[in-house]
């Protein structure tokens, strides 16, 4: 090949010509790191996440037209953008120019928190307007399925989008008095909407940039083949099939990219490297698409978005018996992946990866789909058949043939066609089990004459059931046949019980109730176009519920709150639902996060070396071959530590870099500093450690076995234990395994660090939750005093805990490197590398004995609480602290007993989660509550209410409640949820069907409000005002996304009495307000906005006496007064909660300011056959005291529920028997995604309680609602219950959380659950475990 060629493309109206392009760069770290537009996000950097949707406009030469869709800049080759235009989100608005309505839509509506998830959003929607600009609302939710947000609960984001869908029945919000039609009745519990969407600015497409006209040009002319060479990767992009052919016969190894989201992937993820990557997408034949004869043909290169259009098309245009095959291909595409992937990804390249797990190859199979295959000079078809793949990844291709095309048939009558898939998640996830199942009978019977059933989930390749489907010819549809169709497949799908992917039983029972659900659907369908000709076997009516396909209602939501009172002064905007103060930024991408600070002169990236063993001793650690690599300037070790090495939270049981020993997978033992992130990665994986390995402790029940503890057993308890147990009419005893839980802020764990040159001095930007916490660990680390050191956060990207104290993990790595090296070093963690290093919520296990009287009244609880801390303490005892102040949850227990253990073992260090230990806790608590309901056989909700504290009462901590608000909030959610009819109507559901339950619970929540370290709640604040009458606001809070900052200006607003555009606050750092202790613990507002609260009345008590001697001027005329007068015009606050003075001996005194209370209803549907479930409806209210913002609030609330729910009922970590995390990235760990919410959400604040303890009246909101989701756990349970006794099972069973899929389907046991008797443990090595 001879030189590079020149890369032609458009960014935002601008032309780009690029040479030397490096096939190796894709389009984000481009638009980032060359053009610093900052606006597009890595949030996974694998398809996952949607934070880089930007969008691609080309001119498709085979559709002629222009084309625009949204793509992951993550995975999209630069090399492949040649003649494009891109648009990112600065392109489409500004605040320095226009807001688009886009971005003002979803900023208003408050759909956006921490906002590192907003210019995804945001391009999502663009995109879907630019090709339509008057969307349903069911599309704008299809274009959302590839963008998560972990801060939102989405239901804000969607609201503030659904105002560009056409009008559905709702009357948006002009329903009378301004509200809307779907508020409840009771002129009290109206409320006036969030935001306004009359005010919005119209969007007039006629305004959207034009497509450049110099990229339709080339087009007239004939096109030639390019190449991109790199240093190591040469991009052939070829214009004709027969250049193509010669080249993959002269390349037999490269890989051809359409799509990039397999190749990316394997490159990015697996270490895969492909000297010479074949660029197809250009080709005619290889784009075609064509109705033949016998079936539609599609060319390889195809995209997934393209194919599901003329599929469509198809089926709307062909009669229904021709279109089975294209309607089970929908099917499929309709959950695979996301919108973004789909418009890039082509079908070739899902054949060809040949993944076991493919969604399309099991359809392809089953319907015998004719390919064809090209080499130079030859072509030839091959069956997509049982035969086609060959082994893991491999099919029958030669090295040097390409796939050419697809033809998928049409069906006859007679013919039928399913398709089925079982993820974790319904939108965008990879399946668990998926099936492509064709029947085709004798002309006029029921006699099976073709049949073709393929699995993919069930081996290392999509396999065809031949055996059973042989055996099956001939035979009548009928029981016989299902029965016989069972037996034959458990044997003819045999997993290994050690089978990867684990989930085995799981996976045994999915094969089976997919054929059982395709065999009544044909039954159905023989019924309905054979009535006359074939005697059918009648299905009862209740069995219809198997068939059924997933459909959801379009979402409905309404937020309650109470209005401020009339006559309030304009500039007090306390109570107000104020939109969070940047959120306007974060969606115009103009808000700055830690990686979007421009490069420093002479920066270097850091690249960490980890280990891969769970216990282990180093042995040695080989930089030699590192060193030697392109741009590689140190590698560091913990001798280069100037400082002290040991590190750690609350003990110093921590180091910076691992000596001697590594404890867990993912241990720091090094980092590699080189000019540019690609070249320090590159250098960090070519570091050689070597082991010796000791015997890990992995999970708790190995630590039990082991005595691997922190500290002796902790005990808290009150009453008489024995006394209760005495008394009780009846005693329960259970266990309960509660999994942990992945933080997954949307921004990963970033440090930049700038040394200053002289006295040791260093300013560094960091995304933490505890600049104070961290300046103090980089100071020890460096060996300087800590006023050396500035740590600077201006807001950060999602927290939830996770960066609270194991952002020291980076930053006093990265603080060493930039000391050594003397020069500014920046560090983003992957995605996969923060998952694996640092931690998340500790797994629980707990183990409970209750007694209880004949009504349900508790009298005793004895309870054994063991987490899993991982390798070091961190925060785990202040987390297992506050779960034993929290073993209550909301009942009053005369006596009690929890004893706690802290395990030791070799995972990454556990540590503070939204919720601190509360949750797990609590979620024991109804556990046991269930249990008792159960064994005394009386309604849930009345034993619940039963127990409820009442005001006055002690909790077992001997702290009197005051302005107990439980019994309110249960009271007004069991009426505003209508849950006595609903529970009448969820029975009469299940009556009616079998294979479909309904379930429904109410859980109450209360949480003590408090650090549980009584020095912790201290807060300072900064309050500065200029001469010009402006006001800098600082305190100790940082802005996670949680609105903090938007609160103390609502705060400082109405203490100075001055509008919110007066007052501004930068950043947080740690030289205003010193001495901060971490944003946690729910009391952020309620510290800071004291601290603020005090610092404006010292400045108000310094104006008096201007303000007397000129009552009627202005803000600006005292501040200029007072300027002239010599008043300081700066003040610092500072608060502690008074009172605090819990004494843990004595188990008295008073250990939380005060409680927040809450009461969710949920009621869920799942599928008895495979797990999957949906949330119909959830109703909330929650007690706020007087709200602060009740849009931030309800945003609180929400986020916190969705969080919630994907706690106890989807997020799984997947450990292996060695304690390697698998579960590291989007792809494989599944938070919930927007079509997860609830279809009617309903949340209410609860009116008139103010709080006598806060500011302003208000309370704590980050964490308490969280533990509410726990009412869709206990939902799921009441549906398996329904379940198990349509099949005769009564009595109690255990069911851990989170409750999967696979935990629903196992727990719905029936004939098919039996015929998969699961392996004996211990008798195999399993693939995962609990940890
Ligand atoms: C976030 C995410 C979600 C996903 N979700 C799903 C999902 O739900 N279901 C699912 O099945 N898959 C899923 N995938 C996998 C992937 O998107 C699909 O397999 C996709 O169809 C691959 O197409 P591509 O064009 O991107 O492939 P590329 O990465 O461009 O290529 C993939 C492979 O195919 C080979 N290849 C491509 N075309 C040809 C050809 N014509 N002849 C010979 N070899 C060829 C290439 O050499 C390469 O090895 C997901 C991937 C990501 C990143
Ligand atoms: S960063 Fe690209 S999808 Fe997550
Ligand atoms: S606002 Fe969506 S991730 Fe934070």
């Not at 780009?16 to 638009?31: F, G, R």
């Not at 076991?356 to 997509?384: H, K, Q, Y």
């Not at 015997?695 to 008489?720: C, M, V, W, Y």
């Amino acid at each position: 090949m001879e030189e590079s060629d020149e890369l032609l493309f458009f960014i935002n109206g601008h032309k780009v010509v690029e040479k030397n392009v490096d096939p190796e760069l894709n389009l984000l770290t481009y638009l980032r790191n060359k053009l610093c537009l900052t606006g597009t996000k890595l949030g996974c950097g694998e398809g996952g996440c949607g934070s880089c949707t930007v969008m691609v406009s080309k001119y498709n030469p085979f559709q002629k037209t222009v084309i625009h869709v949204a793509v992951n800049a993550c995975l999209a080759p630069l090399c492949s953008l040649h003649h494009t235009a891109v648009t990112t989100v600065e392109g489409i608005g500004s605040t320095t120019t226009r807001i688009h309505p886009v971005q003002e839509r979803i900023a208003k509506a408050h759909g956006s928190q921490c906002g590192f998830c907003t210019p995804g959003f945001v391009m999502s929607v663009y995109t879907l307007l630019r090709n339509n600009p008057e969307p349903t609302m069911e599309e704008i939710e299809d274009t959302l399925q590839g963008n998560l947000c972990r801060c939102t609960g989405y239901r804000a984001i969607l609201e503030g989008f659904s105002t560009f869908a056409k009008p559905s029945n709702c009357c948006g919000g002009s329903g009378g008095k301004n509200v809307c039609c779907k508020g409840q009745s009771g002129a009290a519990q109206l409320s006036p909407r969030l935001f306004e969407a009359s005010e919005f600015k119209p969007l007039d497409p006629t305004q959207e940039p034009i497509f450049p006209p110099e990229l339709l040009l080339p087009h007239e002319s004939p096109q030639r083949t390019l190449s991109f060479k790199g240093d190591r990767v040469t991009w052939i992009q070829p214009t004709t099939l027969n250049e193509l052919l010669t080249l993959k016969g002269r390349y037999p190894e490269a890989r051809l990219v359409v799509g990039n989201t397999e190749v990316g992937i394997e490159m990015k993820l697996k270490n895969m490297l492909y000297p010479v990557i074949l660029a197809p997408a250009h080709i005619p034949e290889l784009n075609l698409s064509q109705r033949t004869e016998t079936g539609i043909l599609f060319g390889a290169a195809c995209t997934l978005s393209y194919i599901r259009g003329q599929l469509k098309q198809a089926v709307a245009e062909l009669p229904s018996y021709r279109t089975e095959i294209f309607k089970a291909v929908l099917e499929q595409l309709r959950w695979f992946a996301g919108q973004q992937i789909r418009n890039v990804a082509a079908v070739g390249g899902n054949i060809m990866t040949a993944s076991p797990i493919s969604d399309l190859n099991p359809v392809f199979m089953a319907s015998n789909c004719l390919l064809a295959l090209a080499s130079e000079g030859s072509t030839r078809n091959v069956r997509m058949d049982g035969d086609f793949f060959t082994g893991y990844r491999k099919t029958v291709l030669k090295p040097q043939e390409i796939l050419l095309s697809i033809e998928i048939p049409y069906t006859r009558k007679g013919e039928y066609f399913s398709a089925f898939k079982q993820a974790q998640r319904r939108d965008d996830d990879i399946a668990i089990v998926n099936c492509g199942m064709r029947v085709a009978f004798k002309e006029g019977t029921d006699v099976v004459e073709e049949l073709g059933l393929s699995y993919g989930g069930m081996g290392p390749i999509t396999v065809s059931a031949k055996k059973t489907c042989a055996q099956l010819l001939g035979k009548k549809w009928n029981k016989e046949l299902l029965q016989e169709a069972c037996s034959l497949l458990v044997d003819e799908l045999m997993l290994s019980p050690s089978a990867p992917g684990g989930m085995v039983q799981f996976r045994r029972i999915l094969s089976l109730s997919f054929f059982f659900k395709f065999y009544l659907s044909v039954l159905q369908k023989l019924g309905r176009d054979f009535e006359r000709d074939i005697q059918v076997e009648p299905i009862p009516p209740e069995h219809l519920s198997a068939t059924e396909l997933f459909h959801k209602d379009p979402p409905s939501a309404v937020q309650l709150f109470q209005q401020v009172p009339p006559g309030e002064s304009p500039t007090d905007v306390v109570g107000h639902p104020l939109a969070h103060l940047s959120s306007i930024k974060q969606a115009t991408g103009e808000a700055v996060y830690c990686d979007d600070l421009p490069r420093f002169e002479r920066e270097l990236y850091l690249a960490l070396v980890t280990s891969t063993e769970a216990h282990a001793k180093i042995s040695s650690i080989d930089a030699t071959e590192a060193l030697k690599l392109a741009g590689v300037v140190c590698f560091l070790t913990a001798k280069d530590v100037p400082g002290s090495n040991e590190t750690g939270h609350i003990i110093m049981d921590e180091t910076v870099f691992a000596e001697g020993v590594v404890t867990c997978v993912g241990h720091v033992i090094g980092a590699i500093v080189a000019d540019t992130e690609a070249h320090a990665q590159r250098a960090a994986k070519a570091v050689k450690i070597k082991y010796e390995k000791l015997q890990p402790i992995i999970t708790i029940q190995d630590a039990i076995d082991h005595e691997s503890f922190f500290f002796p057993p902790r005990k808290l308890e009150n009453g008489n234990i024995e006394l209760g147990f005495a008394q009780a009419d009846d005693i329960i005893e259970g266990e309960m395994y509660i999994g942990g839980q992945e933080h997954f802020y949307l921004e990963t764990q970033c440090t930049v660090a700038v040394p200053k040159g002289e006295d040791g001095e260093m300013e560094l930007f960091i995304s933490t939750q505890s600049p104070t916490q961290m300046q103090t660990l980089i100071a020890k680390a460096l060996g300087v005093p800590a006023n050396r050191i500035v740590c600077r956060v201006k807001r950060i990207g999602g927290g939830f805990g996770g960066k609270e104290s194991r952002s020291s993990l980076l930053c006093t790595v990265v603080a060493v490197a930039a000391q050594k090296t003397k020069r500014p070093v920046r560090c983003v963690l992957n995605r996969d590398e923060d998952m694996l290093v640092s931690g998340g919520r500790n797994p629980f296990l707990g183990r409970y004995k209750v007694g209880f009287q004949k009504d349900g009244k508790i009298v005793a609880v004895d309870l054994k609480l063991y987490m899993n801390a991982g390798n070091s303490l961190d925060l785990s005892v202040a987390v297992m602290t506050r779960a034993l102040f929290h073993m209550d949850n909301a009942y009053k227990i005369p006596n009690i007993r929890g004893v706690s253990y802290i395990c030791k073992t070799n995972l990454p260090s556990n540590t503070a989660f939204r919720g601190f230990g509360a949750p797990q806790a609590m979620l024991l608590a109804e556990c046991w509550m269930n249990h008792i309901v159960a064994k005394c056989g009386l309604p849930s909700e009345q034993v619940q209410r039963l127990n409820l504290y009442q005001e006055g009462d002690f909790t077992y901590a001997n702290q009197k409640l005051e302005d107990v608000n439980i019994g309110k909030c249960w009271d007004e959610c069991l009426e505003s949820s209508s849950y006595h009819s609903r529970r009448k109507a969820v029975d009469e559901f299940n009556r009616q069907h079998r294979w479909k339950k309904r379930g429904l619970a109410i859980i109450p929540t209360k949480f003590g409000i408090s650090f549980n370290a009584i020095f912790l709640n201290q807060a300072g604040a900064l309050v500065h005002i200029y001469t010009d009458g402006s006001v800098l606001l600082t305190h100790g809070g940082t802005e996670m996304g949680q609105g903090l900052h938007t609160k103390m200006v609502q705060v400082a607003s109405k203490a100075l009495g001055i509008p919110v555009s007066r007052i501004h606050i930068s950043e947080t750092s740690t030289n205003t307000v010193p001495n901060t202790s971490p944003t946690a613990a729910s009391v952020s507002s309620d510290l800071n906005g004291m601290a603020i609260y005090n610092a404006c009345q010292i400045l108000l008590k310094r104006l008096e006496p201007i303000k007397l001697a000129n009552p009627n001027g202005t803000w600006e005329q005292w501040i200029s007064a007072a300027y002239m007068d010599r008043v300081s015009l700066s003040a610092a606050g500072f608060f502690r909660t008074p009172d605090l003075n819990y004494d843990v001996e004595k188990n008295e005194g008073k250990v939380f300011n005060y409680y927040s209370y809450g009461v969710a209803c949920s009621e869920v549907e799942i599928d008895c056959l495979t797990g999957d479930n949906k949330n119909l409806r959830t109703d909330i209210v929650m007690d706020v005291g007087n709200s602060l913002n009740p849009a931030m609030d309800i945003g609180q609330v929400e986020g916190a529920f969705m969080q919630g729910l994907g706690y106890f009922a989807m997020e799984e970590l997947r450990y292996s028997p060695e304690g390697v995390l698998y579960t590291r990235g989007p792809g494989m760990y599944k938070i919930p995604s927007a079509g997860d919410i609830p279809t009617e959400f309903n949340v209410s604040l609860l009116r008139e309680c103010p709080n006598r303890k806060a500011i302003y009246s208000s309370k704590a909101v980050g964490e308490p609602p969280l533990f509410l989701a726990a009412s869709v756990f206990f939902a799921i349970k009441d549906a398996v219950v329904a379940a198990r006794a349509a099949s005769g099972v009564k009595g109690l069973f255990r069911l851990n959380s989170p409750a999967t899929p696979e935990k629903i389907r196992n727990a719905c046991i029936d004939n098919l659950t039996q015929m998969c008797s699961p392996a004996v443990p211990g008798t195999f090595t399993p693939w995962n475990v609990e940890v």
